[in-house]
């Protein structure tokens, strides 16, 4: 029990501070989020739009500029989220498999990783919220830092997913860019609206869409849909984890050739 928190603590602190260490991730965090919400506001009209959120049932009415900045806000938190997890899954496969021939317990080096997922998240959803108080009339802060967690935490699985998958940066760099672009895309309600999408309530970010959006421009706060959120990281993290419990496992044939080394 013992080696098996010392395992959890120690990786959680190596992966958190491998975050810091990535000046990439950091400018991602720090500079693209509040510039991709400015890009919103100055590039959208101040014309009041219709716009269909189902959590409430009926049309809601607010300036498309504000519309635009949640949606973009949800967005930007995705990207980062997923570049963020990505790349840090991605560059420590072999130091995770060393650690694993060391002896070291899988399952809580792997609970660390879902852990760093959820604090990074935690983070870049804090920092969002206030960006967008500033920047908004907000009127349930308190309900949109959730709806950006659970975006955060969903994209943070995928994060995680494709960086035991993939074979290249590259590989996934590019298909966290398309998920995020096509999920925020047809999840803006003004698109949606215009354009009458059908099966939008299957993709990731739906729940916490309709939660975000509510919460921000009007005084309801759907908490049923957030919840939709949860779902899905569930989903993504036990894959994550299955894919990291497979493919970091020691070979049957490399670790019969360490024993007869040893032995021999």
Same mark, same amino acid.
């Given at each position: 029990? #013992?080696? @098996?928190?010392?395992?959890f603590?120690?990786?959680?602190?190596?992966?958190?501070?491998?975050?810091?260490r990535n000046?990439?991730?950091?400018?991602l *965090?720090?500079?693209?989020?509040?510039?991709w919400i400015?890009?919103a506001?100055?590039?959208?009209?101040?014309?009041? +739009? $219709?716009?269909r959120?189902?959590?409430?049932?009926?049309?809601v009415f607010?300036? %498309?500029?504000?519309?635009? /900045?949640v949606?973009?806000?949800?967005?930007a +938190?995705?990207?980062?989220a997923?570049?963020?997890?990505?790349?840090?899954?991605? /560059?420590? #496969?072999?130091?995770?498999?060393r650690l694993?021939?060391?002896?070291?317990?899988?399952?809580p080096?792997?609970? *660390?990783?879902?852990? *760093?997922?959820?604090?990074?998240?935690?983070?870049?959803?804090?920092?969002t919220?206030?960006?967008?108080w500033i @920047?908004?009339?907000?009127?349930?802060?308190? %309900?949109?830092?959730? %709806?950006?967690?659970? *975006?955060?935490?969903?994209?943070?699985?995928?994060?995680?997913?494709?960086?035991?998958?993939? $074979?290249?940066?590259?590989?996934?760099?590019?298909?966290?860019?398309?998920l995020s672009?096509?999920?925020?895309?047809?999840?803006?309600?003004?698109f949606?609206?215009l354009?009458?999408?059908?099966? +939008?309530?299957?993709?990731?970010?739906?729940?916490?869409?309709?939660l975000?959006?509510?919460?921000?421009?009007t005084?309801?706060?759907?908490?049923?849909?957030?919840?939709?959120?949860l779902?899905?990281?569930?989903?993504?993290?036990?894959?994550?984890?299955?894919?990291?419990?497979?493919?970091? #496992?020691? @070979?049957?044939? $490399?670790?019969s050739?360490?024993?007869? %080394?040893?032995?021999g």
């Amino acid at each position: 029990m #013992r080696l @098996s928190w010392t395992a959890f603590t120690e990786l959680l602190r190596c992966t958190l501070l491998g975050h810091l260490r990535n000046r990439l991730a950091l400018v991602l *965090a720090v500079a693209f989020i509040p510039v991709w919400i400015a890009v919103a506001r100055l590039c959208t009209s101040d014309a009041v +739009v $219709r716009i269909r959120l189902d959590a409430l049932g009926a049309p809601v009415f607010a300036r %498309a500029g504000q519309v635009g /900045q949640v949606a973009s806000a949800l967005g930007a +938190v995705t990207l980062v989220a997923g570049f963020i997890t990505f790349t840090e899954t991605f /560059q420590s #496969r072999q130091m995770d498999r060393r650690l694993l021939l060391a002896g070291y317990p899988r399952l809580p080096m792997l609970l *660390a990783k879902l852990a *760093a997922v959820a604090l990074t998240t935690a983070v870049l959803a804090s920092y969002t919220t206030i960006l967008l108080w500033i @920047s908004l009339p907000v009127h349930h802060p308190g %309900a949109l830092g959730p %709806a950006l967690a659970g *975006a955060g935490l969903v994209y943070g699985g995928i994060g995680v997913l494709l960086g035991s998958l993939v $074979r290249g940066e590259l590989e996934g760099f590019f298909l966290i860019i398309m998920l995020s672009l096509v999920d925020t895309g047809l999840q803006n309600p003004v698109f949606n609206t215009l354009m009458d999408v059908a099966g +939008v309530s299957a993709l990731p970010l739906y729940g916490v869409t309709q939660l975000a959006l509510s919460s921000a421009l009007t005084p309801h706060t759907p908490w049923a849909y957030g919840l939709l959120s949860l779902t899905w990281s569930a989903a993504t993290g036990l894959l994550a984890l299955l894919v990291l419990h497979s493919h970091r #496992r020691p @070979s049957r044939s $490399r670790w019969s050739g360490m024993m007869r %080394a040893r032995t021999g």
